[in-house]
């Protein structure tokens, strides 16, 4: 039997070689999957064999039977939902986060990955224009990042209440009320379910999808006194559009509330002086949700939630364990986030930081930000295509005439393989959203898929 260091050796050299062998093939191949979820569980084979297997031979099955049916999301040329690909050094980076195996919950055992923790907060703090003194806390994506920033929120407008939800709960607690534009997404209302406060209060929105700040003060101004969260958004999924910030959270605080920003994609806008504007006022809001994975690009998965006040988000997260050795004058990387025992997942944020440079982070956004426009304007001379959104950041919002059509092209673009871009519904039509989100698309790229547009689109 070989030695252990030789199994990871042959292992991880497979994985090494099979790695790099799919990312040269990111450039030509096929975006869609070529095989299905069926035909790749048959490769692997359902049944669990009764004895071991060489490691190095368990990477090659994996590789040889998954492959065919992957996605290529991390290529120039995928565009749908919002999903961004992998910088060099936010991928190497985390496979080293694999490698070391720390459990990054706490700094005694792991000071390396809570300095690594430290120093990405500061930085994306820095760079999303946010209050430097704010809590910083690595999820698992923005659905964790709203539900960590609304728990803070839930339990600090209780206590302005003056009841604590951490000793009583919800059961006879003062009735929160959570407003929300009409078109946040839809992991704000899972997060609220999660967190036992039901479905929330929906403000009428412009026709990009903005909330509109008038319609919020009349709704504050109806609030019978209680306990109120409002949730705006940076970053419609299908317009890209941003929430009237600067009106709305002086208007929300005013009434008392606390301000939760849903900036998935959008929060990024900060770091490019071509689109910070979209933010204007965002930094005055109490917590702020974000991904990496997504215009960061770094590899699955990824979130941060911002907490403006530190011990809002210790008391939302944070439990106490005798043995857990916690440095009390410090906040504990498990103290700002739902899991306890996690991977490193600041080290590849803090790569593709480090990696990219301020400059470099700006012009990654402007790049998106310009395909997205080229898109738009590329679409135009599309026979049938029709924009449908003021382009301001990386979404374009297509339709094709009538909805039959529209989902006609869809389907034709999917079945030509070149480009993925995804159908929608958006006010009360049928559309095709093209969401520019990955570090690597070229002119290039923006050109096939506008060529394969066209394909679709011809009678
Ligand atoms: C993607 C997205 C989410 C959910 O993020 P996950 O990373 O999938 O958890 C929430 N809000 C907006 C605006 C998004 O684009």
């Not at 990009?208 to 705006?232: F, H, K, M, N, W």
């Not at 920003?261 to 959008?266: I, P, T, Y």
């Not at 949700?289 to 990824?302: E, F, G, I, Q």
């Not at 941060?304 to 011990?311: E, G, K, S, T, W």
């Amino acid at each position: 039997m070989s030695a252990p260091r030789d199994d990871f050796d042959a292992a991880l050299d497979v994985a090494s070689t099979r790695a790099r062998a799919w990312l040269d093939r990111l450039d030509e191949r096929v975006v869609r999957a070529e095989a299905s979820a069926d035909d790749v569980r048959a490769a692997l084979g359902a049944d669990l064999p009764d004895g071991p297997a060489d490691p190095a031979d368990v990477v090659r099955l994996l590789a040889d039977a998954a492959e065919p049916g992957l996605v290529a999301t991390p290529s120039g040329r995928f565009f749908g939902f919002v999903i961004g690909g992998t910088l060099p050094a936010a991928l190497a980076a985390d496979w080293l986060v694999s490698a070391w195996d720390q459990n990054a919950a706490l700094r005694a055992a792991s000071p390396a990955g809570s300095a690594v923790d430290d120093i990405a907060a500061a930085w994306l703090l820095d760079v999303l224009g946010l209050p430097g003194n704010a809590g910083v806390g690595f999820v698992t994506g923005a659905t964790m990042a709203n539900f960590a920033g609304l728990a803070a929120a839930r339990d600090a407008v209780l206590a302005r209440a003056g009841w604590d939800a951490g000793s009583r709960g919800l059961s006879g607690a003062p009735s929160v009320r959570v407003l929300v534009g009409a078109e946040r997404h839809d992991s704000v209302d899972v997060a609220l379910r999660y967190l036992g406060l039901g479905a929330p209060e929906p403000v009428d929105v412009d026709d990009q999808g903005r909330l509109s700040a008038a319609a919020l003060e009349v709704a504050l101004a109806d609030d019978g006194g209680r306990p109120t969260i409002v949730c705006l958004q940076a970053g419609n999924v299908h317009s890209g559009g941003f929430d009237p910030f600067a009106a709305a959270i002086p208007a929300a605080h005013a009434a008392g509330a606390w301000v939760h920003v849903d900036g998935a994609f959008g929060l990024w806008a900060a770091t490019s002086p071509r689109t910070r504007g979209l933010l204007d006022g965002a930094a005055a809001a109490d917590s702020w949700a974000t991904d990496a994975h997504k215009t960061l690009n770094v590899p699955y998965d990824s979130g941060v939630v911002a907490v403006r006040d530190p011990a809002a988000m210790r008391s939302a997260m944070s439990y106490h364990g005798d043995y857990l050795l916690t440095d009390a004058a410090y906040l504990e990387p498990y103290e700002r986030v739902p899991e306890t025992s996690r991977r490193a997942r600041s080290v590849p944020v803090w790569a593709a930081l480090r990696s990219l440079g301020r400059s470099g982070l700006s012009a990654l956004v402007d790049r998106l930000c310009r395909h997205a426009a080229a898109f738009a304007a590329g679409a135009r001379d599309v026979p049938g295509a029709e924009v449908l959104n003021d382009v301001v950041f990386t979404q374009v919002c297509l339709a094709f005439g009538d909805d039959d059509r529209t989902r006609e092209v869809g389907r034709r673009l999917m079945a030509d393989g070149t480009v993925w871009m995804t159908g929608s519904r958006w006010r009360g039509r049928e559309v095709l959203r093209i969401s520019v989100s990955n570090w690597s698309t070229t002119d290039t790229d923006v050109a096939r898929g506008l060529d394969a547009l066209a394909r679709a689109a011809a009678d």
